[in-house]
């Protein structure tokens, strides 16, 4: 499965911005699809999850109530929607594809895209 991440761009504080992240194979319904960020100098953090089959959705507290996980099954496609957007969102982020439960964690992705930059100005 190939993933193709798009969306970023240099946004102001306060703005929003979605990110989309198209998956060129088949997703089933027990995989995780996640949306990790890495700023300069940090590590990939968790932001955001979906399970592909009943769209159960997680957040990391830092995004939580500003983003938006969502998914098209028909598009095979996984959303992003950032509102709210500070300073300290801006970083690469990144799509991923897991069956593993444990979703949180970059390293139990095996399918990665290639990452889309946000900038956010205050």
């Known amino acids: 499965v190939q993933l193709q991440a798009s969306g970023g761009g240099l946004v102001q504080a306060g703005d929003s911005l979605r990110l989309s992240c198209a998956a060129s194979?088949?997703?089933?319904?027990?995989?995780?699809m996640g949306w990790f960020r890495q700023a300069p100098g940090k590590e990939r953090e968790f932001v955001a999850a979906?399970?592909?089959?009943?769209?159960?959705?997680y957040y990391a507290d830092s995004v939580k109530g500003r983003f938006t996980i969502s998914r098209d099954k028909g598009e095979n496609t996984v959303y992003l929607q950032m509102n709210s957007l500070k300073s300290e969102d801006t970083a690469v982020y990144y799509c991923?594809?897991?069956?593993?439960?444990?979703?949180?964690?970059?390293?139990?992705?095996?399918?990665w895209g290639q990452g889309t930059q946000v900038t956010v100005s205050s």
């Open positions: 991923g594809k897991t069956s593993s439960s444990s979703f949180k964690v970059w390293g139990e992705y095996v399918d």
């Open positions: 194979g088949r997703v089933y319904s027990s995989h995780v």
């Open positions: 979906i399970r592909w089959g009943v769209g159960n959705t």
